[in-house]
């Protein structure tokens, strides 16, 4: 069996090996030189599902590890201003449906008042709206700016979430979803996801599930990077944050 790295390829690997050994330009190679010119990338690309089951979580690890100490002053100074503003908690836990089902906690910085009631749309998504009465002032700030939604990171490196991939719903949709709804908990739950890069609010309910189908089936590197790109475009040009 090929190795690569000196280590023993999983029958994955061994199945790709022979899919880019048969391919025309692999046939003039050398096993060794089959295993060694494509990069990860070229393999991500060649076979999604292969970036989908080992590597996406891999790279989720390493990213939120190097992030942690970048966001741990800005969650401080957030902390503080959050703190000074009405005394209330710095955080805010909200429960949300994970990959196959699993119920968590998802970690949040608290822009809105204490105790305030849970307002929804009418076709169940989360109410938002820069005149929302619910938000204190530092929360319109973190909220406009989603730095609410950096403490996700911790979750992410815990396993519940992924940096891209269908945002969580609370535990109540299941109550709701179709079962074409139901494939978007086949993978980890998101920070930012492509109905969030492409559309962020402006979109109804019915459309974001629409669109995290789409992305579960076209779940690759290249995606997942082009969606992390135009989330951070969205969030400097504030585009459809509350339309």
């Known amino acids: 069996m090929p190795t690569i790295d000196g280590a023993s390829a999983s029958s994955e690997y061994y199945l790709l090996f022979w899919k880019l050994r048969m391919s025309n330009e692999g046939r003039n190679m050398h096993d060794s ?21 080992y590597f996406k979580r891999q790279f989720d690890i390493i990213i939120s590890l190097l992030l942690l100490p970048l966001i741990v002053p800005v969650l401080t100074i957030c902390g503080l201003l959050i703190k000074f503003e009405d005394r209330g908690p710095v955080f805010y836990f909200a429960k949300r ?34 005149k ?34 269908p945002r969580p719903d609370t535990p109540e949709a299941l109550d709701y979803y179709t079962d074409d709804d139901l494939r978007k908990l086949e993978v980890r739950p998101g920070i930012t996801g492509y109905s969030q890069a492409y559309y962020r609010n402006a979109v109804k309910q019915s459309e974001k599930f629409k669109n995290d189908i789409f992305y ?28």
């Open 132 to 165: 929302d009465p619910r938000l204190t002032k530092v929360g319109k700030l973190i909220r406009k700016t989603s730095l609410d939604e950096l403490p996700q990171i911790l979750n992410v490196l815990f396993g519940d979430m992924s940096f891209v991939g």
């Open 33 to 53: 030189e089959v295993l060694h010119h494509w990069t990860y990338v070229e393999y991500f690309r060649r076979d999604p599902m292969l970036y989908s089951l």
């Open 216 to 243: 579960v089936n076209n779940i690759s590197l290249y995606l997942d990077i082009k969606i992390l790109i135009l989330t951070v475009k969205n969030v400097l040009t504030s585009k459809n944050i509350n339309s």
């Open 97 to 130: 449906l994970g990959k196959n089902k699993k119920v968590f906690k998802m970690y949040k910085l608290r822009s809105m008042k204490v105790n305030s009631p849970d307002i929804r749309n009418e076709d169940g998504s989360t109410y938002n709206s820069d």
